[in-house]
Nanobody, 121 residues
């Protein structure tokens, strides 16, 4: 079973920081892409930060310079360091992974259950 375990969400004041973690487990042969989307009520889900298959990164323009994505390949884990959080940042953040699963013999996309990030004074 492929699973994405998320942690690190919570409540912080404006200007505060959080670090999200996402660990992938279960029958993975290779990881093509991994990162985070976020979604607020009434809004579409949007890519916040992610690694591409060639090791490059993509960031939402609004978070550039404040958020940093990193990874630990040995642990199949990606992190999202979120600094200088703003009132516009609160959302449910969803980890995603685009992986090759040996049992299925092909690429599949998986999503974490989501972790709530709240920014409030």
């Amino acid at each position: 079973q492929v699973q994405l375990g998320e942690s690190g969400g919570g409540l912080v004041q404006p200007g505060g920081s959080l670090r999200l973690s996402c660990t992938l487990s279960g029958g993975i042969v290779s990881i093509y892409a991994m990162g985070w989307y976020r979604q607020s009520p009434g809004k579409e889900r949007e890519l916040v930060a992610g690694f591409t298959s060639d090791g490059g990164t993509n960031y939402l323009d609004f978070v550039k310079g404040r958020f940093t994505i990193s990874r630990d390949n040995a642990k199949n884990t990606v992190y999202l360091q979120m600094n200088s959080l703003k009132p516009e940042d609160p959302a449910v953040y969803y980890c995603y992974a685009d992986v090759y699963v040996a049992l299925l013999g092909g690429r599949r996309a998986y999503w974490g259950q989501g972790t709530q990030v709240t920014v409030s004074s």
